[in-house]
């Protein structure tokens, strides 16, 4: 596998695709300081509309919300992986040896490192930028600090869980063009639509609650990991994910035969 996944890596680093999705995750993150900074310079009273602004709570707040990461990363993978359908180059490395399963995790992983480098540098130019204008935060305590980092774990591991699942649909539809347009209205309305499902009862939350969309809601509360079982959400996600990854290679198989 390790040839796979320089080749991959290699694409990766060549990938015009790329190269825009990092010049818009450092816009984006310019952007979100400018706005707040552009806001304390003509008014602190309207700055206080956004709740208390520090890079501690920035930081809160973006491992609460990775969406603007996970659009950028799904699109960079129905380029990548519906580009490889296009020239048949999937086909081609099964012909030449290499197995579906490592053909899939080779691809599974460069797209993990792509999301790692993208919210590493959206995260980090935001929370510093933040910073330097506004402070880290008075009174953060290691707990906090703490808590923190918990959440930015169970986060990656949620985008991990997600990732697997908009990859099944790109093995699905070996589309780059079918794919963004299935993945990124899912990603847009589904978790809402299942927030106003799981107000229908306490049975139906349950339910959701054993799903990724369910413990991302969870994740989503921006006061704390209060309503997050660590040991339930990890396994939720692990489940989710060998699920995914292997309806991937199922569908892959089918789809190397046409």
């Not at 959206?122 to 290691?142: E, Q, R």
Request: proline fraction near 1%.
């Amino acid at each position: 596998m390790g040839k796979l996944f320089k080749i991959e890596m290699m694409k990766l680093r060549k990938s015009t695709a790329m190269l825009v999705l990092l010049i818009v995750a450092i816009a984006l993150s310019l952007l979100n300081v400018g706005v707040y900074g552009l806001v304390n310079l003509v008014s602190d009273s309207l700055l206080s509309v956004f709740g208390k602004v520090d890079g501690y709570n920035m930081a809160v707040t973006m491992t609460s919300d990775t969406s603007d990461i996970m659009m950028m990363v799904v699109i960079l993978m129905a380029v990548l992986i519906g580009g490889d359908f296009s020239a048949r180059t999937l086909q081609t490395q099964v012909a030449a040896g290499y197995s579906r399963f490592k053909i899939i995790i080779s691809r599974f992983i460069t797209v993990a490192i792509s999301y790692v480098i993208l919210y590493t540098l959206y995260f980090s130019i935001t929370v510093i930028g933040m910073t330097i204008i506004f402070g880290f935060g008075d009174g953060i305590t290691s707990d906090m600090v703490s808590e923190l980092v918990l959440k930015l774990f169970l986060s990656f591991i949620m985008a991990m869980t997600m990732l697997s699942m908009y990859m099944l649909f790109t093995f699905l539809l070996k589309s780059t063009g079918a794919t963004i347009g299935v993945c990124l209205p899912l990603m847009l309305f589904g978790v809402s639509i299942i927030q106003m499902l799981s107000m229908v009862s306490e049975v139906v939350y349950d339910i959701i609650s054993f799903t990724p969309f369910g413990q991302s809601m969870l994740l989503g509360d921006m006061f704390g990991l209060e309503e997050v079982e660590p040991i339930k959400f990890i396994c939720v996600c692990i489940v989710w994910f060998s699920g995914f990854m292997s309806l991937s290679f199922l569908s892959f198989r089918k789809a190397e035969l046409k």
